[in-house]
């Protein structure tokens, strides 16, 4: 049976909180990305544009399977060798990144260019992410969410493209 839409977005979201990831950090990834460029950037207008992503069924999708595979390493249940690849965030395995590409995919190139940026300098949430000292798995999860900031970081260059990196 098809799932509804907001089925997969009630999860989507459900699954962003229990991992430890707020709007609002998604958010401020997108003041970081787009600060230089809009002048009158407010988090909210940030927060409208991460909502507006993740309500899309595409994110919706990403977001439910990279999380799992996160969670499902995490605590062991997956075969070899793909457990040890995810468990160590394997730098070749960009599998990760694969499924990030498809959120960005989404808002067209300036997301692309904006993805590999901050995927680069990994600035607030990511930084969090990505420190390996505890026992959680993130692999999957720091791409989704430095993907979905690109793409609502995109979706304000668009809306005004005269202020945005488009026209520089
Ligand atoms: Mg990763």
């Known amino acids: ?17 229990e991992r430890g990831v707020k709007l609002d950090d ?20 940030c ?3 991460v909502k507006a992503v993740l309500s899309k069924r595409e994110v919706q999708n990403a977001v439910i399977t990279g999380i799992e595979l ?7 249940e997956l075969s070899q060798p793909l457990l040890d690849i995810i468990r ?3 730098g070749l395995f960009g599998m990760d990144e694969i499924l990030a590409l498809s959120i960005v995919n989404v ?7 904006n993805y590999g940026y901050i995927d680069k300098v990994k600035p607030g949430i990511l930084q969090k992410l990505n420190d390996k000292s505890d026992k959680s798995c993130h692999t999957f999860l720091d791409d989704i969410v430095g993907a979905i900031a690109s793409s609502a970081a995109s ?5 005004d493209p005269n202020k945005s990196e488009i026209m520089k």
């Open 155 to 159: 979706r304000i260059a668009h809306d």
């Open 47 to 49: 927060r409208e544009n």
């Open 70 to 76: 996160d969670v499902l390493a995490e605590k062991g």
């Open 107 to 113: 808002y067209g190139s300036i997301g692309f260019t």
């Open 26 to 45: 998604i958010a401020e990834l997108v003041v970081f990305l787009q600060k230089d460029y809009v002048a009158d950037l407010t988090m909210d207008m």
């Open 88 to 90: 160590n965030d394997e």
């Open 1 to 17: 049976m098809v799932k509804s839409g907001s089925e997969l977005h009630h999860r989507a979201l459900e699954l962003l909180k």
